[in-house]
């Protein structure tokens, strides 16, 4: 490889000093930035190939290492289903012949009775039989006393009575009945278990972070795919990272991971059920996102309010501990571009003071947020802008109610005489949303700012309200 050292060695030979001796220094001058340029190009070329060979390297183990998981997975899955199949069957035929067992046996009984009545009469037959014989060859003297003990025994034994032998139409006759169709339905069921894919029906989109959270969201890759549900996870990264937990189950294809903590790595993956369906998609791909924001929180100690171990849900206490019912922010963390919300998760008695809503300094002594240098919807769902209440309104805030505030700088300077006209005032633009209406309007204050405190005002207990 050529080094910066060997090329000034090469172009810094003594040369012949003559009339172009100047010249011939300029030459060499530009052929030795020529060549430090072309070095440092390639360089540059050589490491960008070294990362799409990572890249490639990379690629080529989620490959080979899915693949081998995946058949894993079949084999392991046939091997159970074969083995619980094989038990089903095993024990279907025990049941089986169980059952001709015993009708064989309750049908065999009676017939093995009768026998051994026939052949009881068979031999009491044979006896008589014997006993007449010799009746008949003795002698005279004997013969009547013979006949006579003969006669009486035959009448004893009731030669015309003959127990019933049933026919075969009356006895069972034992039969299997199988039907061929389960065969049939098996090789249906078989041919269209399970599935072989090569990306998951769902993929992570964009992580997006917020303050002490990311939103994440996500997209179908298969559009064949009937998603009725999604199933989002995320956990840290890293050894201590533990195992996936469920953020979200629902219809929804984005969703905020609150509760997060800045500047550390977090892994998100989302699946999907199909419609009819109990069972989950594969995961998709996992993605690595983190948040480099601090959460929203509520300042600490303000009297009449008690906060949450993270200080992002605030509780309005007794009403009689504050004269000036306003909790701020513990510092301007909301900046332009992203998006406030306040939630309401309990209500208390209403005012026309309540308000929530977000304002360039935190200044103590005002009764509520309807004040200069802040917009705020109250919870009868007015709009103030610089204390002013504007004509549009929005639905009032109640328990479940979601209050959004999103902004964009208009302009950041006086540009016009306009603008110096109104005493150097700067516009943001100020979208309010609630319910499934929305108030867009320009906001003018007295300075340029760059992050904005937040804050709500109750003037009654039992308002609790979370902000993210």
Sequence with gaps: ??????????????????????????????????????????????????????????????????????????????????????????????????????????SVKPLDDC??????????????????????????????????????????????????????????????????????VLRDRVSRLGSVSAHPPVQIDELQERPGSVLARWCKVDEDFAAADYRLQFRRSGSGGGQFEDAYIGRDCEFLVLHLDPHTDYQFRVCARGEGRTEWSPWSIPQTGYTTLAPHEWCPGTEGYILSSRKNIALRSDSSQARYPILYSNAPTYFCGQTLTFKISAAGQVDRRDSVGVCVDSRKGAESLQRDQAVCISTNGAVFVNGKEMTNQLPAVTVGSAVTFDMEVVNLFPVSNNNLSEGGHFKLRVTIGSGNREVVFDWLVDQAVDCLFFGCSFVHSGWKVLVF
């Design 115 to 184: 026998q051994s009545l026939i052949e009881h009469g068979v031999s009491q037959a044979d006896e008589l039989l014997k006993e007449g014989e010799a009746a008949l060859r003795c002698g005279l003297g004997e013969k009547e006393d013979k006949l006579g003990s003969f006669t009486k025994k035959a009448m004893h034994i009731h030669l015309d009575s003959l127990p019933e032998v049933p026919a075969l139409v009356d006895v069972p006759c034992v039969s299997a009945q199988l039907d061929d169709s389960l065969l049939g």
């Design 1 to 106: 490889m050529i080094t910066m050292e060997a090329l000034q060695e090469c172009v810094g030979e003594k040369l012949p000093l003559d009339e172009r001796g100047g010249r011939m220094s300029v030459e060499v001058d530009l052929l030795l930035q020529e060549a430090k340029e072309s070095i440092e190009a390639a360089q540059n070329y050589r490491s960008e190939l070294q990362q799409r060979l990572n890249g490639l390297n990379q690629a080529r183990k989620q490959v080979r290492g899915s693949s081998g998981q995946a058949r894993e997975a079949l084999r392991r899955h046939f091997t159970e289903l074969q083995a619980a199949a094989g038990r089903l069957l095993t024990e279907r035929l025990a049941t089986l012949l169980a059952e001709v067992d015993a009708i064989e046996a309750d």
